[in-house]
């Protein structure tokens, strides 16, 4: 997943919102008429508005991108690996300074990340200060507390943008929800347009809602308790790691 499938599924983005939203306007002219029909109309520019600006919000956000170390951190380092070089059991030539990286597996440990003892991604030669600090391949730099990359936003989430994706995610899941239910007033309804505009998109809505309202419900509570899903996915799985800051 490169910079090209990076721009094209920005744009399915918004090709999904612009249809929706013009099918959104034309169906509904036939199923209300007068003052409610201008409510509606203002209702779905209103959500889509702030879900745009939601959208973009997260996408120029600041992840927690590890910092380039200092002359200092970089021989600390240097020293720290040279007088107890770690190795990982499964991958002997591979130092567990050097994995963490959210392509590859397993999970190293992180408990040489202590805040006293520097570490440099040796990928993008970031100081990583906090345990949760993973390479994202994409992006090719270093994130605290990674939660995952979307492709959607071409931005990783991580310790400091993760409020707002789960801010932005509660806003799409309620745009399709909107859209979910005027699909569902359009259908059976009489419509110089027939009827497939409204079943193609209840249909699509449909797809959309349950697995957006469940992402909404998961990363409210993973910002609630100060985690990511790769630490709940990681504990799920038997390696632990801790929460943001420990
Ligand atoms: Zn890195
Ligand atoms: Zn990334």
Redesign the pocket.
Known sequence: MGAFEHRFAHVVWWVLHITGLAALCILPSDLRVGEAVKAHHWLVAVALSINVLAHYAVRFSD?GWASPPSPADSAQAAASRAAAPTFLPSSPSVPTYVTDC?SAAPLATTAALDGNNPVLCPLCGCLRRAPATTH??????C?EG?DH??MWLG??VGTRNHHLFARYIAVQAAVVLLGFHYALTACGRPSPYGYTWAYAILALMGLLVLPLGFLTVAHVLLVLTGHNSRQRLGAASGWVGGARGE
């Open positions: 992840p959210e994202c391949r994409y992006c090719n730099r994130v990674f990359h979307c931005v990783c």
